[in-house]
């Protein structure tokens, strides 16, 4: 599959270590029902405010485009953001205590960079991002499961873990989790079960790697809990967050902030001059004028998205499949009850135009999951989602016929 | 000075290898006469263009922000350089040939991290771009100088490098030239010189590393070559340029293209998503429309410029100095013929609101040049020229009082 899907930084998780072969360049393939990557809504994006807010910024400050870009991003968006981290996350960073990156992908990428030397041993959720999966392979991470519930991260299993990396003599360099909104597996890890593993993070001196870049997307969620970050005094919490997910990926605009050792490092290893301060001023006015309103409409486009992608499987899947009744973000995981295996059924799944994620490209043992499927509902209209589902049960059917003989 | 640099990449320049203390992400200090970076002039860039460029771009292409970047980068950008480079620079590439990135800086970082093993011999001119031989350092390089002349670098001395790394069982891994307007020295390397370095890379098997990025800075040369990489047949010739100078450095947007195998470890190792889609739709646009005229605009700006620059050289420094005289690009040097110490005198300059990067900065072999100046014209108005080199000056007099007593 990775020849075909260039777009998808996730690709790097299935090589492990640097890549022997070509890498392919060529351009996305086409699904008609495309449920493989995290994209929003096509024709909610607002490009009109963008466009407004670009030009308000650029009459307030435009004439810093004609400097190099601050090496932590454009100033005004990174105080915006330790206000917004303040207000609605729970913990207080100064603004020159935040990198702006690429996305969520380049602070996950130099985060990854930074901490890791080949061997170290880093925990995650049994089934995570495979674009992050894939950077901690790239650098000879050691990647260990950490069992899950419904409600976030067990902490028996990460203790039985953290443990037992311990008594090899190889503490964990890092607990990569993703709290609110898990991709692949939908939940929201409690508050009392954020706190559980902040305490094990701190009896262990593991720090916890936080990626909240869904955390906006909340349709359905009473009371998201405060960040992992909040709970921990030490500053030893890594967090990590994006507008690729409340604006758009092609902005390009993510976040991470850390204790100050690791971000010195962060930005002494940084190969490149800093985010596009076009585009970082265009997001900062949109953020204090349009965004919240924005995500609002995009909440209820990803409700009827949810909805609809609960109902087909419903109809088409029936009782050969459970799946994860996700509150928020973009994901919705399947697991297969009769024995299918998604791994097969994604080549047949492509050629009647349907893209999903088995779950072994988001296991963080990288083979678990033959039976599991990541179906991502924000690209697809509800109105789709029944023919799509459709396809995608025709498309698992042989290997109903194989098993029922 | 590279506490107080952090909008200046080439402050890695000054670390030989990893950086051992904590890198300074203080903002940048203001200096009232800044003649240190390759800033453009801040009243002429075309912010209301870029407003409506982008606003077209959206309209015809904007659903494809909901999508992540193609890898190599927004694809109808590439397609414009590769007709650009065409009928511009005499060298025909496809645009999947072709790689977008954060500024130059990022595809020279990428092409140093994919070519340099610690040790390698790598060939500069003696005094090129700092922030390129910063990266060269990071990755263990071996810089050694090639003499220059007016007419760029200079076969013999290119020759012997090469021959003398070759004689050590070192052949060099490229030769990192900056042909057109080089930075600082500001040559265009003739048509002649340019065919014999590329004869002299391909006798050796040294590929030519042609960073082209301020070839559009030409207001006074009546005739600029075609690109190196258009003399050689090979494919060898790597060909880096930017839009960092003929729009702003705040886009950060520029480009590689190199033969297929170093292209796809470069796009192998590059750990982020792809260039702001944003920002590229806008460049796109731009680049489609109003660019060239920009680029008329800001030729005149440079000549009126550089002009007030010289004049007030030669007010002030008079026969204390020698200049180079550019007819394009972005940067003058000047050489104190006096003794002047011009390491220790841009503390002075500073103190007194001028900028600069001495030689040293410039050096291939980080030591040379203390006796020179590197002072970019494109930010200063051509009416402060006058008062910001007579502070200069007066920064410099202290070394007189010590040479004359």
């Known amino acids: 599959m990775s020849g075909g899907w260039p777009g998808f930084d996730e690709d790097l998780m299935a090589r492990q270590g640097p890549p022997a072969g070509p890498v392919s360049r060529s351009a996305h393939p086409a699904a008609r029902y495309d449920f493989g990557v995290a994209y929003p809504d096509p024709d909610s994006l607002p490009l009109e405010q963008l466009v407004e807010c670009l030009r308000e910024e650029l009459q307030r400050a435009g004439r810093s485009l004609a400097h190099y870009p601050h090496p932590l991003g454009y100033p005004p968006l990174r105080e915006w953001l330790a206000a917004r981290l303040a207000a609605t996350r729970g913990f207080s960073v100064d603004a020159d205590d935040i990198l702006l990156g690429s996305g969520s992908n380049e602070p996950n990428f130099l985060v990854a960079q930074a901490l890791i030397d080949p061997g170290d041993v880093v925990l995650a959720e049994e089934f995570t991002y495979a674009g992050t999966l894939g950077f901690l392979r790239r650098f000879g991470a050691d990647v260990r499961a950490v069992q899950c ?31 609110t909104f898990q991709n692949p597996l939908g939940f929201v890890a ?51 967050a994006s507008f690729s997910k409340n604006i758009a990926p092609g902005m390009r605009l993510g976040y991470v902030t850390a204790a100050p050792a690791l971000m010195d490092r962060i930005c002494a290893i940084k190969g490149t001059g800093g985010v596009s301060q076009f585009t970082a ?16 409409q995009a909440r209820n486009r990803l409700r009827a998205k949810r909805d609809a992608l609960q109902a087909a499987l419903a109809t088409h899947l029936g009782d050969r499949a459970c799946w994860t009744q996700p509150l928020g973000g973009l994901f919705l995981f399947v697991q297969m009850l009769d024995g299918t295996d998604t791994v ?50 025709a498309a698992l059917q042989p290997e109903l016929a194989a098993v029922t003989g």
């Open 281 to 296: 001023m265009a997001v900062h006015r949109f953020a204090q004028t349009g965004l919240d309103a924005h995500i609002e």
């Open 344 to 393: 097969a059924a994604a080549e047949r799944a492509a050629s009647r135009g349907v893209r999903f994620a088995p779950g072994t490209h988001t296991a963080a043992d990288g083979v678990s999951g033959r039976d599991r499927m990541r179906l991502c509902y924000g690209w697809n209209r509800p109105d789709e989602m029944a023919a799509a589902i459709a396809e995608l049960a």
């Open 190 to 240: 409690s508050l009392p079960r954020r706190a559980e593993v902040t305490e094990i993070s701190a009896r262990y001196g593991v720090p916890v790697w936080e990626d909240d870049c869904y955390v906006d997307l909340n349709f359905d969620h009473p009371d998201l809990p405060p960040a992992i970050r909040s709970l921990d005094d030490s500053g030893r919490t890594i967090y990590v």
């Open 149 to 179: 519930d419904t409600d976030g991260m067990l902490p028996d299993s990460l203790e039985y873990q953290v443990q037992a990396a311990v008594d090899e003599g190889r503490r964990p360099k890092a607990v990569y989790t993703i709290p």
